[in-house]
C-alpha cells in the first residue's frame, strides 16, 4: 500500500493546464482515486492540442515508439525498479485483487508490450512495418500508408487491469494521439504507463492524456466529441449504448461489450488420471481476474460418460479452487460483492434442501463457490469465483444450450474433446463464439487476438493509397 | 384462517406501528404456516436452529434471500394455484429473472389498499396516473399490478397508464392526461419509476413544457437508477420534477418496493421553512412489515443507526417467505424509518464480464 493512500489519476500533455481543482474517490476504506474536475478542465483546449500535437508522433518511425514503449514494459517487469512497485501498490485496491493477482496479471500483460511481441505484433498485422511510416509499395500501379487517426479517444470502463493499456498501445502504434478515460478498475497501469513513456521520450509528453472521471456523471459535450477521429469503448451494454449516443454518427465506435465465457470439459479430461489436472487448469482459469474478464469462464458444461462423472468431478473441482485460495488469492470483497457471496450461499443452500439434485462447494474464507446443477439451462452468477457446473451428453449438443447466450459469447475454452475441438468450434460459430482455446490460454490471448472477431488494428487507422500516375 | 385474519387487520387505519408483542404474534403464526407448507424452507429453518417450538420473536425468524427467487420457486402452500406470477426485471436471459408466485391475490390487494390509503389517498380521491406500462398488457410486473389496484379501488377508475407495450413513454397522450386534470382542477398522483421520469423530465425540457397541476397533487417516485448508464442526483430529479409540474418538492413521495416483497415503504420529503433545506423523512413501512439491519459480514442484527444490509419480515409474503435478505443497505433510525444508502462512493464496476452488467454500470 502506497503510504499516503492516494493516487493521481490522471497524466496531461506538458502544455496543457490541469484544474486545481481535484475530485477524489475512495476505492476503498484507506486508498483513494484523485482526478482532475471534470467541469472544470477545458476538454476542448485538451482536444485541440492533442490534435495540433499529433505531428510529433507521426514523423516518430514506429519502430522508435515500439523500443519506447518495450522500455517502459521492461521497467514493469524489473523487481528493482519503482514502477513496478508502484503499479503493483495502486493496482491492489484499485481493482480489489490481491497482491499475488496483482503480480500474475502484471506479469501476464507486460510479456505482450516488450519491443519483442510489438513488432512481431506490427509484422503479423502489416506484413511490412514500414508501411505505418510512409507509403510502400503493395502492388504493381499502387503505393500504400497506414494513417492511424489523428485523435483516439478511448473510454475504458469496465476492464481489467492492463486492458487499457493495450488499447493505449494500439492507438500509440498507429501514430494516433490519445485521450483516455480509464475505468476505476484499470486505472493505475494506463496512468503510470503513460507517465513512464513520457520519461522516454517528451513526444508523449505532448500526444498522450490519460484521466478519470466518472462517465455515469460526467459526459464530454458532442462539439467536443466531433473532433475526434476514433472512439473506443469498453463497457457494459448499457454505458457503450450512453457513449453513442453522445457522440456524432460521423465518428466511427469500436465496442467492446461485457462477454460471457464458457468452459466445456470434454469424457477424455475425466479420466481417472487426468481428472485431477483438469480440474487445476479449469480453476487457475475462473480464478485468473478473480473471474471478471470476457475470458474468463462463467459456466461450465461437463460432459457425461467419462470415468469420472460430472457430478463427483465438481469436488475435486472445488479442492482446486481451495488450492488457489492459497496461491493466487481472491482480492478482498466489497461490501456489495459480499452481500452477493451471503446470497448465493443462501439461495443455493436453500435450494439444495429443496431436493433438487443441486450441490454447492464453498471455499473457507467465502471467497469462491462451486455449483453443481442437473438443469442444463445456460445461467451464470454475479459474484467472483463463483462458478455453475453443468451436465452435458455430448460437447457437440454445447451449441444448443448456449444459444440463448448468442448477443454475449465469445470465448468458449475446451479441455479434452481434442479430435472433435474443430467440429465443436464450428458448431459453436454460428452462435456468436469467436474464440474457441485451452483452459490454460483462456486468460492469456495473444496480442494478436481477435477480439470479439475483430483484427488488432481494425478500424483504427485508414489505408492511403498513392497511385502510379503517368505524367 | 391466518390470511383471513391479515387481511383484517390489514384493512384496520393506519395510525402507527403496532406493539412488538401484536407484530410478533402474526408473524410467528406466519412462520409457523410456512414451516408447515414449506419444506425446503423447514429444513432450512431448522438447520439454523429455529422451529415453531423454539421461536421467541420475529427477529429469530430465518430470512430467504432475494436470489432464491431467482433460483426456483419460494411457495408456502399449494404451488399449483398461483393466482399471479410477478418477476423482476433482470437480464434478458431467462433463468435469470426472479418470480414471486402469488397464491393469494387478495392479500396483496389488502396490502396496497391499506398502505395507499393512508399515504395518499386519506383526504382525497386523486386522479392516478400512472408512468408503467398496463398491468393488462404487463402482467408480470407487480408495480403495473400495484398501480392497477389503486386505480380501481382507490382512483375509482380516473387515470391510467402512460407507457406503451414497447416499453416507451406515451408523450403526446401523458401531456393531454395532465392537461386535463390541469383544466379539471382535480388532484392527482402521479406515479412512475425514478428513470423513467428522467427520461419524461428530459422530454419537457427538450419540448419547452410544464404544468400546473391542482393543489394536493402529489409525484410518487420508486425505482432508483441501480445498472443505468445515467446517474442523477435525487435532489436534482426533484427538483426538476417540481418545477416542471408546479409543486413542491415536499409533494413528492418516494415508494421502497421489491418484486420479492408484497408491501411497500414510504418515504416523505420536507423543505424546512426557515433554511429551504430538503430533509428525507426516511422510508416507513406498513405496521405489518418490520426490518432489521444486519453485519454484511456476519448477518448478525445491528443496534439502531449502524449500516448494514436489509431484512425485512412483511406478514404479506404469507405465500411465499416473509422474512426476505435484500441486497440493499441501510440504516434503520430511531423512529424515522429506513434510510437507504445509495451507490457506495468507488463501487464502479470492475471487469468485462458480462456478470458485471448486473452491477453498476459507469
Same mark, same amino acid.
Given at each position: 500500500?502506497?503510504?499516503?493512500?492516494?493516487?493521481?489519476?490522471?497524466?496531461?500533455?506538458?502544455?496543457?493546464?490541469?484544474?486545481?481543482?481535484?475530485?477524489?474517490?475512495?476505492?476503498?476504506?484507506?486508498?483513494?482515486?484523485?482526478?482532475?474536475?471534470?467541469?472544470?478542465?477545458?476538454?476542448?483546449?485538451?482536444?485541440?492540442?492533442?490534435?495540433?500535437?499529433?505531428?510529433?508522433?507521426?514523423?516518430?518511425?514506429?519502430?522508435?515508439?515500439?523500443?519506447?514503449?518495450?522500455?517502459?514494459?521492461?521497467?514493469?517487469?524489473?523487481?528493482?525498479?519503482?514502477?513496478?512497485?508502484?503499479?503493483?501498490?495502486?493496482?491492489?485496491?484499485?481493482?480489489?485483487?490481491?497482491?499475488?493477482?496483482?503480480?500474475?496479471?502484471?506479469?501476464?500483460?507486460?510479456?505482450?508490450?516488450?519491443?519483442?511481441?510489438?513488432?512481431?505484433?506490427?509484422?503479423?498485422?502489416?506484413?511490412?512495418?514500414?508501411?505505418?511510416?510512409?507509403?510502400?509499395?503493395?502492388?504493381?500501379?499502387?503505393?500504400?500508408?497506414?494513417?492511424?487517426?489523428?485523435?483516439?479517444?478511448?473510454?475504458?470502463?469496465?476492464?481489467?487491469?492492463?486492458?487499457?493499456?493495450?488499447?493505449?498501445?494500439?492507438?500509440?502504434?498507429?501514430?494516433?494521439?490519445?485521450?483516455?478515460?480509464?475505468?476505476?478498475?484499470?486505472?493505475?497501469?494506463?496512468?503510470?504507463?503513460?507517465?513512464?513513456?513520457?520519461?522516454?521520450?517528451?513526444?508523449?509528453?505532448?500526444?498522450?492524456?490519460?484521466?478519470?472521471?466518472?462517465?455515469?456523471?460526467?459526459?464530454?459535450?458532442?462539439?467536443?466529441?466531433?473532433?475526434?477521429?476514433?472512439?473506443?469503448?469498453?463497457?457494459?451494454?448499457?454505458?457503450?449504448?450512453?457513449?453513442?449516443?453522445?457522440?456524432?454518427?460521423?465518428?466511427?465506435?469500436?465496442?467492446?461489450?461485457?462477454?460471457?465465457?464458457?468452459?466445456?470439459?470434454?469424457?477424455?479430461?475425466?479420466?481417472?488420471?487426468?481428472?485431477?489436472?483438469?480440474?487445476?487448469?479449469?480453476?487457475?482459469?475462473?480464478?485468473?481476474?478473480?473471474?471478471?474478464?470476457?475470458?474468463?469462464?462463467?459456466?461450465?458444461?461437463?460432459?457425461?460418460?467419462?470415468?469420472?462423472?460430472?457430478?463427483?468431478?465438481?469436488?475435486?473441482?472445488?479442492?482446486?479452487?481451495?488450492?488457489?485460495?492459497?496461491?493466487?488469492?481472491?482480492?478482498?470483497?466489497?461490501?456489495?460483492?459480499?452481500?452477493?457471496?451471503?446470497?448465493?450461499?443462501?439461495?443455493?443452500?436453500?435450494?439444495?434442501?429443496?431436493?433438487?439434485?443441486?450441490?454447492?462447494?464453498?471455499?473457507?474464507?467465502?471467497?469462491?463457490?462451486?455449483?453443481?446443477?442437473?438443469?442444463?439451462?445456460?445461467?451464470?452468477?454475479?459474484?467472483?469465483?463463483?462458478?455453475?457446473?453443468?451436465?452435458?451428453?455430448?460437447?457437440?449438443?454445447?451449441?444448443?444450450?448456449?444459444?440463448?447466450?448468442?448477443?454475449?459469447?465469445?470465448?468458449?475454452?475446451?479441455?479434452?474433446?481434442?479430435?472433435?475441438?474443430?467440429?465443436?468450434?464450428?458448431?459453436?460459430?454460428?452462435?456468436?463464439?469467436?474464440?474457441?482455446?485451452?483452459?490454460?490460454?483462456?486468460?492469456?490471448?495473444?496480442?494478436?487476438?481477435?477480439?470479439?472477431?475483430?483484427?488488432?488494428?481494425?478500424?483504427?487507422?485508414?489505408?492511403?493509397?498513392?497511385?502510379?500516375?503517368?505524367? | 384462517?391466518?390470511?383471513?385474519?391479515?387481511?383484517?387487520?390489514?384493512?384496520?387505519?393506519?395510525?402507527?406501528?403496532?406493539?412488538?408483542?401484536?407484530?410478533?404474534?402474526?408473524?410467528?403464526?406466519?412462520?409457523?404456516?410456512?414451516?408447515?407448507?414449506?419444506?425446503?424452507?423447514?429444513?432450512?429453518?431448522?438447520?439454523?436452529?429455529?422451529?415453531?417450538?423454539?421461536?421467541?420473536?420475529?427477529?429469530?425468524?430465518?430470512?430467504?434471500?432475494?436470489?432464491?427467487?431467482?433460483?426456483?420457486?419460494?411457495?408456502?402452500?399449494?404451488?399449483?394455484?398461483?393466482?399471479?406470477?410477478?418477476?423482476?426485471?433482470?437480464?434478458?436471459?431467462?433463468?435469470?429473472?426472479?418470480?414471486?408466485?402469488?397464491?393469494?391475490?387478495?392479500?396483496?390487494?389488502?396490502?396496497?389498499?391499506?398502505?395507499?390509503?393512508?399515504?395518499?389517498?386519506?383526504?382525497?380521491?386523486?386522479?392516478?396516473?400512472?408512468?408503467?406500462?398496463?398491468?393488462?398488457?404487463?402482467?408480470?410486473?407487480?408495480?403495473?399490478?400495484?398501480?392497477?389496484?389503486?386505480?380501481?379501488?382507490?382512483?375509482?377508475?380516473?387515470?391510467?397508464?402512460?407507457?406503451?407495450?414497447?416499453?416507451?413513454?406515451? =408523450? !403526446?397522450? #401523458?401531456? &393531454?392526461?395532465?392537461?386535463?386534470?390541469? /383544466?379539471?382542477? %382535480? @388532484?392527482?398522483?402521479?406515479?412512475?419509476?425514478?428513470?423513467?421520469?428522467?427520461?419524461?423530465?428530459?422530454?419537457?425540457?427538450?419540448?419547452?413544457?410544464?404544468?400546473?397541476?391542482?393543489?394536493?397533487?402529489?409525484?410518487?417516485?420508486?425505482?432508483?437508477?441501480?445498472?443505468?448508464?445515467?446517474?442523477?442526483?435525487?435532489?436534482?430529479? =426533484? !427538483?426538476? #420534477?417540481? &418545477?416542471?409540474?408546479?409543486?413542491?418538492? /415536499?409533494?413528492? %413521495? @418516494?415508494?421502497?418496493?421489491?418484486?420479492?416483497?408484497?408491501?411497500?415503504?414510504?418515504?416523505?420529503?420536507?423543505?424546512?421553512?426557515?433554511?429551504?433545506?430538503?430533509?428525507?423523512?426516511?422510508?416507513?413501512?406498513?405496521?405489518?412489515?418490520?426490518?432489521?439491519?444486519?453485519?454484511?459480514?456476519?448477518?448478525?442484527?445491528?443496534?439502531?443507526?449502524?449500516?448494514?444490509?436489509?431484512?425485512?419480515?412483511?406478514?404479506?409474503?404469507?405465500?411465499?417467505?416473509?422474512?426476505?435478505?435484500?441486497?440493499?443497505?441501510?440504516?434503520?433510525?430511531?423512529?424515522?424509518?429506513?434510510?437507504?444508502?445509495?451507490?457506495?462512493?468507488?463501487?464502479?464496476?470492475?471487469?468485462?464480464?458480462?456478470?458485471?452488467?448486473?452491477?453498476?454500470?459507469?
Amino acid at each position: 500500500m502506497m503510504s499516503n493512500g492516494v493516487f493521481d489519476a490522471y497524466q496531461l500533455p506538458d502544455e496543457s493546464e490541469c484544474p486545481e481543482r481535484l475530485n477524489s474517490v475512495n476505492v476503498s476504506e484507506d486508498f483513494s482515486v484523485r482526478y482532475p474536475n471534470f467541469r472544470a478542465l477545458n476538454k476542448d483546449a485538451l482536444v485541440k492540442l492533442l490534435i495540433e500535437n499529433n505531428v510529433a508522433i507521426k514523423s516518430m518511425p514506429v519502430s522508435e515508439i515500439i523500443q519506447a514503449i518495450g522500455r517502459v514494459s521492461e521497467r514493469l517487469m524489473d523487481k528493482d525498479d519503482p514502477l513496478r512497485y508502484e503499479a503493483l501498490d495502486v493496482m491492489v485496491p484499485t481493482a480489489g485483487i490481491s497482491p499475488q493477482m496483482a503480480e500474475t496479471i502484471l506479469a501476464g500483460m507486460s510479456a505482450d508490450w516488450t519491443e519483442k511481441t510489438l513488432t512481431e505484433l506490427v509484422e503479423r498485422e502489416f506484413t511490412n512495418p514500414k508501411i505505418l511510416d510512409s507509403f510502400q509499395r503493395i502492388d504493381s500501379g499502387r503505393s500504400q500508408m497506414v494513417y492511424g487517426f489523428t485523435l483516439n479517444l478511448t473510454v475504458g470502463s469496465g476492464t481489467v487491469p492492463g486492458v487499457g493499456v493495450t488499447a493505449l498501445i494500439r492507438a500509440l502504434l498507429l501514430k494516433s494521439s490519445i485521450l483516455m478515460k480509464p475505468g476505476l478498475g484499470d486505472v493505475a497501469l494506463p496512468v503510470l504507463f503513460a507517465r513512464a513513456l513520457g520519461e522516454e521520450n517528451e513526444v508523449f509528453r505532448k500526444c498522450l492524456a490519460v484521466f478519470y472521471w466518472d462517465g455515469a456523471k460526467e459526459r464530454i459535450e458532442r462539439k467536443t466529441l466531433e473532433k475526434v477521429g476514433v472512439v473506443v469503448a469498453y463497457g457494459s451494454d448499457d454505458s457503450i449504448r450512453s457513449i453513442r449516443d453522445q457522440v456524432s454518427r460521423k465518428t466511427d465506435v469500436i465496442s467492446y461489450s461485457h462477454r460471457l465465457g464458457v468452459g466445456l470439459v470434454g469424457r477424455e479430461a475425466l479420466s481417472e488420471d487426468k481428472a485431477r489436472e483438469t480440474a487445476q487448469e479449469v480453476a487457475m482459469s475462473i480464478a485468473t481476474f478473480d473471474q471478471r474478464g470476457c475470458v474468463s469462464p462463467q459456466v461450465l458444461y461437463v460432459e457425461q460418460g467419462g470415468q469420472v462423472a460430472p457430478e463427483d468431478w465438481v469436488q475435486v473441482l472445488a479442492s482446486g479452487m481451495e488450492e488457489l485460495e492459497e496461491q493466487l488469492p481472491a482480492g478482498v470483497l466489497s461490501q456489495e460483492e459480499t452481500i452477493g457471496v451471503q446470497q448465493i450461499h443462501a439461495a443455493i443452500g436453500l435450494k439444495q434442501l429443496g431436493g433438487t439434485g443441486v450441490q454447492i462447494y464453498k471455499g473457507t474464507r467465502k471467497s469462491w463457490a462451486v455449483i453443481f446443477e442437473p438443469e442444463i439451462a445456460l445461467k451464470w452468477s454475479d459474484c467472483r469465483r463463483v462458478i455453475y457446473v453443468k451436465p452435458i451428453t455430448d460437447l457437440m449438443t454445447a451449441k444448443t444450450v448456449l444459444a440463448p447466450g448468442e448477443d454475449y459469447l465469445q470465448t468458449v475454452a475446451i479441455a479434452g474433446a481434442s479430435s472433435r475441438k474443430e467440429d465443436i468450434a464450428t458448431s459453436l460459430t454460428q452462435i456468436g463464439v469467436t474464440r474457441v482455446t485451452s483452459f490454460q490460454q483462456a486468460p492469456w490471448p495473444k496480442p494478436w487476438w481477435h477480439h470479439d472477431g475483430r483484427s488488432v488494428f481494425q478500424g483504427l487507422f485508414e489505408l492511403i493509397d498513392l497511385e502510379d500516375v503517368v505524367d | 384462517m391466518l390470511a383471513a385474519e391479515l387481511m383484517r387487520s390489514f384493512g384496520e387505519p393506519i395510525t402507527g406501528p403496532w406493539s412488538d408483542a401484536a407484530f410478533s404474534n402474526l408473524a410467528v403464526k406466519v412462520f409457523e404456516y410456512q414451516y408447515k407448507n414449506n419444506p425446503a424452507y423447514a429444513k432450512y429453518s431448522k438447520n439454523r436452529g429455529v422451529t415453531p417450538l423454539n421461536i421467541q420473536s420475529w427477529k429469530d425468524i430465518p430470512p430467504v434471500p432475494t436470489l432464491a427467487f431467482k433460483e426456483f420457486p419460494i411457495i408456502s402452500g399449494s404451488s399449483g394455484v398461483a393466482e399471479a406470477v410477478f418477476k423482476t426485471s433482470g437480464t434478458s436471459l431467462g433463468n435469470q429473472q426472479g418470480e414471486h408466485h402469488i397464491l393469494s391475490l387478495s392479500l396483496y390487494r389488502a396490502s396496497i389498499v391499506g398502505s395507499m390509503k393512508h399515504h395518499f389517498y386519506s383526504e382525497q380521491r386523486p386522479t392516478l396516473i400512472a408512468l408503467v406500462r398496463d398491468p393488462i398488457e404487463s402482467p408480470s410486473s407487480s408495480l403495473s399490478f400495484m398501480l392497477g389496484e389503486a386505480l380501481n379501488s382507490l382512483s375509482m377508475g380516473r387515470g391510467g397508464f402512460y407507457v406503451g407495450q414497447d416499453n416507451r413513454i406515451q =408523450y !403526446e397522450k #401523458l401531456v &393531454n392526461g395532465l392537461r386535463k386534470v390541469e /383544466s379539471d382542477g %382535480v @388532484s392527482v398522483l402521479f406515479a412512475g419509476t425514478a428513470f423513467a421520469f428522467v427520461h419524461w423530465v428530459d422530454w419537457l425540457d427538450q419540448q419547452g413544457l410544464y404544468f400546473q397541476l391542482p393543489e394536493s397533487s402529489q409525484i410518487m417516485e420508486t425505482g432508483g437508477f441501480k445498472g443505468r448508464s445515467r446517474v442523477i442526483p435525487r435532489l436534482d430529479l =426533484y !427538483e426538476a #420534477l417540481a &418545477n416542471l409540474h408546479g409543486i413542491s418538492v /415536499s409533494s413528492i %413521495v @418516494s415508494e421502497y418496493g421489491m418484486t420479492e416483497m408484497l408491501s411497500q415503504f414510504y418515504e416523505k420529503t420536507v423543505v424546512e421553512a426557515e433554511t429551504g433545506k430538503v430533509r428525507h423523512l426516511g422510508y416507513r413501512p406498513p405496521p405489518w412489515v418490520r426490518s432489521l439491519v444486519l453485519n454484511v459480514d456476519t448477518l448478525a442484527p445491528l443496534p439502531v443507526g449502524k449500516e448494514g444490509v436489509l431484512c425485512h419480515f412483511d406478514l404479506a409474503n404469507l405465500g411465499s417467505a416473509m422474512a426476505i435478505l435484500t441486497e440493499d443497505v441501510g440504516v434503520v433510525t430511531e423512529g424515522e424509518g429506513i434510510r437507504l444508502v445509495g451507490r457506495l462512493d468507488g463501487a464502479e464496476e470492475r471487469g468485462c464480464s458480462l456478470a458485471m452488467n448486473d452491477f453498476h454500470s459507469d
